[in-house]
């Protein structure tokens, strides 16, 4: 799947970021689950954040409060608002799509698989100095 990321960067501690990832398949489907996984040199994939087409989100421990995942159906893009970044946030962040989640529940613990997503493109780096 074709898709168009943008908005990663270098910013300092407690900086802001907003992702976008433009994708134009799942949207268009009556259910979807959808996200964004990070992985950093060395580091396993981590789900970071999930939301479903009912609206329904979730997030992995390390980030809740800090970022918000939404999804604006009319433009097929997904967002990522990351606020008060740490330098642990550094890593290259991915937006997929989940088409199986576990138990019919989107999770963001769902994007830490290797198999079984669909990551839309290459990938945005974000790079959190302290």
């Known amino acids: 799947v074709q898709a168009v990321e943008s908005g990663g960067g270098s910013v300092q501690f407690g900086g802001s970021l907003r992702l976008s990832c433009e994708e134009s398949?799942?949207?268009?489907?009556?259910?979807?689950?959808v996200g964004w996984f990070r992985q950093a040199p060395g580091n396993q994939r981590e789900g970071v954040a999930a939301i479903d087409s009912a609206g329904k989100v979730d997030y992995v421990d390390s980030v809740k409060g800090r970022f918000t995942i939404s999804a604006d159906n009319a433009k097929n893009t997904l967002y990522l608002q990351m606020n008060n970044l740490k330098p642990e946030d550094t890593a290259r962040y991915y937006c997929?799509?989940?088409?199986?989640?576990?138990?019919?529940?989107?999770?963001?613990?769902?994007?830490?698989?290797?198999?079984?997503?669909?990551?839309w493109g290459q990938g945005t780096p974000v790079s959190v100095s302290s």
């Open positions: 398949l799942y949207f268009s489907s009556t259910f979807y689950c």
């Open positions: 997929a799509a989940d088409p199986s989640p576990e138990g019919g529940r989107c999770s963001a613990r769902g994007f830490d698989k290797v198999l079984g997503l669909d990551t």
